[in-house]
């Protein structure tokens, strides 16, 4: 086979396997609309953070606009620490709640922030006040056990 | 009894010595290779036809199997994730494992069996038909001539083509997935895209792939070389890489594995 066809054949094989990158990086891998801009930290303590992990998205509304950096749990207060890094376009009101939710019964636990109505805004390395633990499905239905069988001893009275 | 004892620990050590001496080799001649790397670039016409054949006559086996492996992880996805009621997180599954295991394990797999025995072949013949020391013998160096382009080929084709199979392996999933079972087309595409992290998956897969572009071609070439000069050790040099190069890979992806995705 003379050179220029094999110089063809190899341009196109590199293009195409090019372009099977970009494919991946850009329609599976979403590289445009996940920003690697730095974005600031906050914090939050939770009481019992359920399955949350790190990577995990914080959302606003609904809307991703940060993730979960790091998780660890505070010596004294015995509390899990979420590290939140949140996009630097997004700032919150001082007295947001951050809640820990799934969305679905089985689906994807993630950190929802709900704005207050405070004048004043977290800055880089606040901690939020307000938190909101996650719902642990055992001990609900444990609860709702207790309640049943004690509104049925009523009854019988 | 005693004697046959004996005889048996002498092969046991012999066999040892002589596995150790051919590794140290191997490492030697990579190391060889890696210093003609200049002369693989300087003389581009001859890489560029190495990657014509490792990676151009590859397209084919690898866009095919990618397909057929997309689709048929896209049925058994959804008959698993349909029992939990999951059926949209479909893309992300058939996605995640083809950008981070099947796409670099299998096309590797494939590239050993497809590109690695010729590469093995090849320079195993022209050694039987010496004509490799005929180019020693006018000055030509045969690792700068023959084994640095085929080298140099085999590793730019490999992440080329894992790429090829994970993007066609997606196509494949999504034939399935969305064409044929019905699932949302939205929802395929959006689910993959909010769990696949560029950095996580695409370039652990892009690293692996390139690892075993490495392994791959190394143990073709050494084998090649390293040919016994005869029509039956060309053969047997041939089975060994792919042999070796599968077994290579495999190690090399449970190492890797365990370094990129030990859980948070």
Not at chain 1, 62 to 72: A, D, P, W, Y
Not at chain 1, 122 to 142: C, F, H, P, Y
Not at chain 2, 160 to 176: E, H, I, P
């Amino acid at each position: 086979m003379s050179r220029i066809a094999i110089d063809v054949w190899v341009g196109i094989f590199v293009a195409i396997g090019l372009g099977a990158m970009v494919f991946l990086s850009l329609k599976a891998g979403n590289l445009l609309t996940t920003s690697n801009a730095p974005g600031y930290r906050l914090e939050a303590a939770f009481d019992n953070i359920g399955g949350l992990k790190s990577r995990a998205p914080v959302k606003a509304a609904g809307v991703t606009v940060g993730r979960v950096e790091n998780i660890t749990l505070d010596p004294i207060t015995y509390q899990a620490v979420a590290i939140l890094r949140i996009d630097r376009q997004y700032v919150f009101t001082k007295d947001t709640i951050a809640s820990i939710l799934t969305s679905g019964l089985l689906g994807e636990v993630y950190v929802g922030l709900d704005v207050g109505g405070d004048e004043e805004m977290l800055a880089d390395g606040n901690r939020i006040g307000k938190t909101q633990s996650a719902m642990v499905l055992e001990k609900l239905i444990g609860q709702f056990m207790l309640n049943q069988a004690s509104s049925l001893a009523s009854e019988k009275k | 009894m005693g004697r046959g004892l004996l005889r048996l620990l002498e092969r046991l050590g012999a066999g040892t010595r002589k596995a150790v001496t051919r590794l140290g080799f191997a490492s030697r001649f990579f190391v060889a290779v890696l210093r003609h790397t200049p002369a693989a670039f300087l003389r581009a016409p001859l890489t560029l036809r190495e990657i014509y054949f490792a990676g151009v006559l590859s397209l084919v086996i690898i866009l095919m199997s990618g397909l057929f492996v997309g689709m048929v992880l896209g049925l058994q996805g959804y008959d698993i994730l349909s029992r939990y009621g999951s059926s949209e997180a479909l893309g992300t599954m058939v996605t995640l494992s083809l950008v981070r295991e099947l796409g670099p394990v299998v096309a590797a797999l494939l590239f050993a069996g497809r590109a690695g025995s010729a590469m093995t072949a090849e320079i195993g013949l022209m050694k039987t038909t010496e004509q490799l020391l005929a180019m020693e013998m006018m000055a030509v160096d045969p690792l700068a001539r023959v084994v640095a382009p085929k080298f140099w080929g085999g590793v730019i084709s490999m992440p080329f083509l894992a790429a090829l199979f994970s993007a066609s392996g997606v196509f494949g999933g999504y034939l399935v997935g969305v064409q044929l079972l019905g699932l949302d087309s939205g929802a395929y595409w959006s689910n993959m895209q909010s769990a696949v992290d560029f950095r996580i998956d695409i370039v652990n897969g892009f690293i692996k792939s390139l690892v075993f572009g490495i392994i791959v071609t190394w143990i073709a070439v050494f084998e090649g070389y390293d040919t016994k000069p005869t029509a039956v050790g060309v053969s047997s040099a041939t089975t060994r890489t792919v042999v070796e190069a599968s077994l290579a890979v495999l190690a090399a992806d449970f190492v890797l594995t365990v370094f990129m995705f030990r859980g948070v």
